[in-house]
């Protein structure tokens, strides 16, 4: 991270720094393109839709949720930008520790999760080991950076929450993790343990995992999400197969060694770009088209990570639990 990479990055930083001001609660899941904080969703009932996708909505209601990854991929980016070569600052680390402080409570509530569901809050279980990478990525600010932090309770509330995620997040009789600990249905974000450090790829529950993944969710050979027929998304049953968690799948391969698997699904992905090289959120294979939101950012990220992960040792998926 050099130039203007960190410069950018110190600007968002210091966003972040203001925007939070010492009270994480106060951090959203999302903003609208000028800053703004309030996003109220309604439905415009009398629009059909492109192609009758109702509903028609305008603003977000999830910027109004409770997603406790997002305070575990906020720690994960400084803490990488620290790695990268963006100077330390003290405002920056006042921030990320008052992000642990609110952690160690906040971990253990029920929230909507990643994929911003419009249900009941569950314990989702990619939700609890971003609260990991969260405590984690601070144990690593104090051991790598040498900056101040009460590592003996950060240790402790890292290996709890470890602990819970292998008790009641994890199936024993399938040999698989799960969505959310009232179920034992698996979904797609359960492919980032690995890639953020939570649990080696080869270990047993992980490969488990990723098995019942493309038994259950692989369409095709690209991976669903979730089951719809289940959840409560606000949505109709039934969507596309969803690109980025299709990227996860291949970073997976890729890590468990069954690099052939991995390189003949990025290429599958790859094919499915438009004339301009851009995909969408989604993929229906019926169809055999884009769908959803375009251009993606999401999945142009999977796409770059991936071709990392696949071009040498040391990419993304192994140089983010660093």
């Not at 996708?53 to 930008?81: C, K, W």
């Not at 989604?282 to 769908?291: G, M, N, S, T």
Request: proline share 3%; charged share 25%; glycine share 8%.
């Amino acid at each position: 991270m050099t130039g203007g990479y960190t410069e950018e990055a110190g600007l968002w930083r210091n966003w972040l720094i203001n925007s939070v001001a010492g009270e994480p609660s106060k951090l959203q899941i999302m903003y609208g393109l000028a800053g703004e904080r309030r996003l109220s969703e309604f439905e415009l009932d009398w629009l059909p839709g492109y192609e009758n996708s109702t509903p028609v909505r305008i603003g977000n209601a999830a910027y109004n949720q409770f997603q406790l990854d997002v305070y575990g991929e906020v720690m994960d980016a400084l803490h990488l930008a620290r790695r990268s070569g963006l100077e330390s600052t003290t405002a920056a680390w006042r921030v990320q520790r008052a992000i642990v402080r609110y952690l160690q409570d906040a971990w253990q509530q029920a929230d909507e999760g990643i994929w911003e569901v419009r249900g009941e809050r569950r314990h989702f279980t990619h939700s609890k080991v971003m609260a990991w990478v969260g405590i984690d990525r601070a144990i690593k600010a104090v051991e790598q950076f040498g900056l101040e932090g009460d590592l003996a309770t950060w240790r402790r509330l890292r290996e709890t929450i470890r602990n819970e995620v292998y008790e009641r997040g994890f199936n024993q009789k399938h040999n698989t993790f799960v969505q959310h600990y009232e179920t034992s249905d698996v979904d797609a974000s359960l492919l980032m343990l690995p890639l953020v450090g939570f649990i080696s790829p080869h270990d047993p529950r992980m490969i488990g995992t990723v098995a019942a993944i493309q038994d259950s969710l692989v369409q095709d050979g690209l991976v669903k999400r979730y089951h719809t027929e289940s959840a409560e998304d606000g949505l109709p049953p039934g969507e596309g197969t969803f690109l980025l968690c299709s990227f996860w799948l291949a970073d997976n391969l890729a890590l468990q060694g069954r690099l052939d698997e991995a390189r003949a699904l990025f290429e599958q992905l790859l094919r499915l770009r438009n004339d301009v090289g851009l995909l969408a959120e989604e993929y229906d294979p019926q169809a055999k088209r884009l769908i959803g939101n375009f251009p993606q950012a999401f999945s142009h990220v999977g796409l770059i990570n991936t071709a990392r992960n696949l071009d040498r040792a040391g990419g993304p998926a192994q140089d983010r639990k660093q």
